[in-house]
Protein backbone atom coordinates (compact mmCIF):
# COMPACT_ATOMS: atom_id res chain seq x y z
CA UNK A 1 0.00 0.00 0.00
CA UNK A 2 1.09 3.07 -0.65
CA UNK A 3 0.66 6.04 0.92
CA UNK A 4 2.37 9.53 1.21
CA UNK A 5 1.80 12.41 3.86
CA UNK A 6 2.66 15.81 3.70
CA UNK A 7 3.45 17.93 7.05
CA UNK A 8 5.07 21.38 7.94
CA UNK A 9 2.44 23.83 6.48
CA UNK A 10 1.28 26.43 8.36
CA UNK A 11 0.51 30.45 8.56
CA UNK A 12 3.70 32.59 8.05
CA UNK A 13 4.28 36.10 7.70
CA UNK A 14 5.34 37.45 4.43
CA UNK A 15 8.99 36.80 3.89
CA UNK A 16 8.73 33.85 5.71
CA UNK A 17 9.98 30.78 5.85
CA UNK A 18 8.54 26.42 6.05
CA UNK A 19 10.24 23.36 5.35
CA UNK A 20 7.51 21.01 3.79
CA UNK A 21 8.39 17.29 4.19
CA UNK A 22 6.58 14.07 2.42
CA UNK A 23 6.97 10.81 3.74
CA UNK A 24 6.40 7.73 1.80
CA UNK A 25 5.48 4.51 3.11
CA UNK A 26 5.08 1.68 0.48
CA UNK A 27 7.67 2.56 -2.12
CA UNK A 28 10.79 3.83 -2.21
CA UNK A 29 11.53 7.29 -3.14
CA UNK A 30 14.64 7.57 -4.40
CA UNK A 31 13.24 5.25 -7.17
CA UNK A 32 10.94 7.51 -8.42
CA UNK A 33 11.25 11.18 -9.42
CA UNK A 34 9.17 13.72 -6.97
CA UNK A 35 7.49 17.06 -7.18
CA UNK A 36 5.64 19.33 -5.39
CA UNK A 37 2.81 20.86 -6.67
CA UNK A 38 -0.14 23.74 -5.20
CA UNK A 39 -3.26 25.03 -5.73
CA UNK A 40 -5.14 27.69 -4.70
CA UNK A 41 -8.79 28.43 -4.97
CA UNK A 42 -10.11 29.30 -8.10
CA UNK A 43 -6.65 28.86 -9.68
CA UNK A 44 -5.18 25.38 -11.84
CA UNK A 45 -2.86 23.33 -9.88
CA UNK A 46 0.29 24.46 -10.47
CA UNK A 47 4.34 22.91 -10.35
CA UNK A 48 6.38 23.83 -8.04
CA UNK A 49 9.65 21.72 -7.81
CA UNK A 50 10.77 18.25 -8.89
CA UNK A 51 13.65 15.87 -8.20
CA UNK A 52 14.80 13.14 -10.38
CA UNK A 53 15.01 9.92 -9.83
CA UNK A 54 18.23 9.02 -11.23
CA UNK A 55 20.86 11.97 -10.64
CA UNK A 56 18.41 14.15 -8.06
CA UNK A 57 18.77 16.85 -10.39
CA UNK A 58 15.94 19.46 -9.42
CA UNK A 59 13.41 21.71 -11.36
CA UNK A 60 11.53 24.55 -10.43
CA UNK A 61 8.80 26.98 -11.26
CA UNK A 62 10.11 30.31 -12.44
CA UNK A 63 7.37 32.09 -9.54
CA UNK A 64 9.30 30.36 -6.98
CA UNK A 65 13.25 29.48 -8.37
CA UNK A 66 15.92 30.52 -6.10
CA UNK A 67 13.26 30.81 -3.14
CA UNK A 68 12.90 26.69 -2.66
CA UNK A 69 14.90 24.15 -2.31
CA UNK A 70 14.23 20.26 -2.73
CA UNK A 71 16.07 17.77 -1.34
CA UNK A 72 15.96 13.98 -0.55
CA UNK A 73 16.51 12.31 2.85
CA UNK A 74 17.12 8.25 1.80
CA UNK A 75 17.42 7.08 5.19
CA UNK A 76 13.91 8.72 6.19
CA UNK A 77 12.49 7.63 2.80
CA UNK A 78 11.38 11.47 2.43
CA UNK A 79 11.80 14.48 0.18
CA UNK A 80 11.59 17.72 1.62
CA UNK A 81 10.46 21.44 0.28
CA UNK A 82 12.32 24.04 2.18
CA UNK A 83 10.93 27.54 1.42
CA UNK A 84 12.01 31.42 2.18
CA UNK A 85 10.84 34.27 1.79
CA UNK A 86 7.26 33.55 1.05
CA UNK A 87 5.17 35.49 -0.49
CA UNK A 88 1.14 35.94 -0.10
CA UNK A 89 1.07 34.44 -3.41
CA UNK A 90 2.18 31.44 -2.49
CA UNK A 91 -0.48 30.46 -0.70
CA UNK A 92 -2.04 27.31 -1.33
CA UNK A 93 -2.99 23.46 -0.61
CA UNK A 94 0.92 21.73 -1.52
CA UNK A 95 0.85 18.67 -2.71
CA UNK A 96 3.53 15.98 -3.21
CA UNK A 97 3.40 13.97 -5.94
CA UNK A 98 5.31 10.51 -7.43
CA UNK A 99 6.05 9.09 -11.13
CA UNK A 100 8.52 7.35 -12.83
CA UNK A 101 11.69 8.70 -14.92
CA UNK A 102 11.32 12.29 -15.74
CA UNK A 103 10.53 15.48 -13.84
CA UNK A 104 7.49 17.04 -15.42
CA UNK A 105 5.10 19.59 -14.39
CA UNK A 106 2.12 18.31 -15.55
CA UNK A 107 -0.11 16.49 -12.88
CA UNK A 108 -1.82 14.14 -14.53
CA UNK A 109 1.40 11.85 -15.03
CA UNK A 110 2.03 11.03 -11.53
CA UNK A 111 1.10 8.14 -9.97
CA UNK A 112 0.48 8.95 -6.53
CA UNK A 113 -0.23 12.07 -4.27
CA UNK A 114 -1.00 12.84 -0.86
CA UNK A 115 -3.20 14.61 0.84
CA UNK A 116 -1.59 17.76 0.78
CA UNK A 117 -0.74 20.67 3.94
CA UNK A 118 -1.96 24.32 3.65
CA UNK A 119 0.80 26.92 3.02
CA UNK A 120 -0.86 30.86 4.27
CA UNK A 121 1.29 33.65 3.81
CA UNK A 122 -0.65 36.94 5.45
CA UNK A 123 0.44 39.88 7.33
Known amino acids: QVHLVESGGGTVQPGGSLRLSCVASGLILSEYSVAWFRQAPGKERQGVSCIRDTNNRTFYHDSMRGRVTTSRDLAKNTVYLQMDSLKPEDTGRYYC????????????????WGQGTQVTVSS
Open 97 to 112: AVKNEECVFVYYHYNY
